[in-house]
């Protein structure tokens, strides 16, 4: 399958617009996890996404606290090396190694990185980490100024080859790219969490920062079969059993938008997840997308986000079911010109 790629801003390499997320194969037992998951079955629906085309997958320490990067490692060491992805994952989020249950530290001293930077080239079984990124802003009081610099001296010593940040704001970013080019941010962005549309995006557009949007399909509540039951069903550790979005009243507002997708996806022959995915494709400064898996099935059922164009009207049935539903916050149609009745 021949999967469009583009440039990640002024990186010099170019990334599949979606991309392997692996979050939930971290597996649970951990204050972010998302329940009991088979190694083995992670495998396969890493196998599956680079089969059909992927060329990136996106992880983190912190998930399943360490244990995803494993499972990652394990699977590159299935493969040739000429076959590997992109290794994208993150730094700066602290556990408790007592208390995997214990919300994490979000901290991002220089010595820190380091450290983390070492264990995570360990636990994938690389020798250069091909983005890292800050996970989220130190809340500590270190100055981002010291971690940006800690970056830049593992990029130039050849443990990294990329640097970028999630979930930061245009002020952090600025101050970063005072001292070196931002090669990306990983905001979330969904037909739900809209507000990076309005400031974080369109400022990556304008200074060549590739952006990589994450959970837009809202952790699973814009799939096709989503329910409240579903939820009633989910793990006891599975951290969406306490998100707002996945309670009421927001989770009838989101399931409500997500209805409203089906017209659209049956008209273009598609998914309605991939019909989610498409949507934050369309916006203009948006290099790509991580999108989740479990199981190779789950790949399928999102892989034609890839190359799926929404026309105008898409995009303005879409518009008129967000204000319509009252899901989520933020723009709710991209100022485009490329897309076509």
């Known amino acids: 399958m021949q999967i469009r790629k583009h440039p990640l801003g002024a990186s010099g390499i170019e990334i599949t617009r979606v991309g392997f997320g692996a979050w939930a194969i971290g597996g649970g037992g951990w204050v972010h996890g998302w329940g009991p998951q088979d190694d083995r079955t992670s495998e396969r629906a890493m196998c599956r996404a680079i089969e059909l085309g992927v060329n990136w997958v996106d992880t983190a320490a912190v998930y399943g606290l360490g244990h995803s990067e494993q499972v990652v490692g394990s699977f590159l060491?299935?493969?040739?090396?000429?076959?590997?992805?992109?290794?994208?994952?993150?730094?700066?989020?602290?556990w408790n190694e007592r208390n995997p249950m214990q919300d994490t530290q979000r901290l991002l001293k220089p010595e820190s990185i380091r450290r983390e930077c070492e264990a995570s080239i360990r636990r994938l079984g690389i020798e250069r980490i091909d983005l890292y990124q800050f996970h989220w802003p130190d809340d500590t009081g270190t100055p981002i100024e010291d971690s940006w610099g800690e970056m830049l001296r593992l990029i130039e010593e050849g443990k990294v080859r990329l640097g970028g940040v999630s979930n930061f704001d245009v002020g952090l970013l600025e101050r970063c790219a005072a001292i070196r080019h931002v090669d990306s941010l990983q905001p979330p962005f969904s037909?739900?969490?809209?507000?990076?549309?309005?400031?974080?995006?369109?400022?990556?557009?304008?200074?060549?920062?590739?952006?990589?949007?994450?959970?837009?399909?809202?952790?699973?509540?814009?799939?096709?079969?989503?329910?409240?039951?579903?939820?009633?069903?989910?793990?006891?550790?599975?951290?969406?059993?306490?998100?707002?979005?996945?309670?009421?009243?927001?989770?009838?507002?989101?399931?409500?938008?997500?209805?409203?997708?089906?017209?659209?996806?049956?008209?273009?022959?598609?998914?309605?997840?991939?019909?989610?995915?498409?949507?934050?494709?369309?916006?203009?400064?948006?290099?790509?997308a991580i999108v989740g898996a479990r199981s190779p099935e789950q790949v399928d059922g999102w892989i034609d986000a890839a190359n799926l164009e929404l026309t105008r009207d898409d995009l303005e049935q879409i518009a008129e079911a967000i204000n319509r539903s009252g899901a989520g916050t933020g723009p709710s149609m991209p100022n485009i010109e490329v897309a076509k009745s």
């Open 191 to 288: 037909l739900i969490h809209r507000d990076a549309a309005a400031r974080e995006i369109p400022w990556c557009e304008a200074h060549k920062t590739g952006v990589i949007c994450y959970s837009p399909m809202q952790s699973g509540l814009l799939t096709d079969r989503f329910s409240a039951q579903r939820v009633a069903g989910m793990a006891e550790d599975d951290w969406r059993r306490r998100s707002p979005e996945f309670n009421s009243t927001h989770l009838e507002r989101n399931l409500a938008l997500r209805d409203a997708l089906r017209p659209i996806a049956e008209r273009r022959g598609t998914s309605v997840p991939s019909v989610a995915i498409a949507w934050v494709l369309s916006w203009p400064g948006v290099t790509a």
């Open 77 to 94: 060491r299935s493969l040739p090396r000429s076959e590997w992805p992109f290794i994208f994952t993150k730094c700066g989020q602290i």
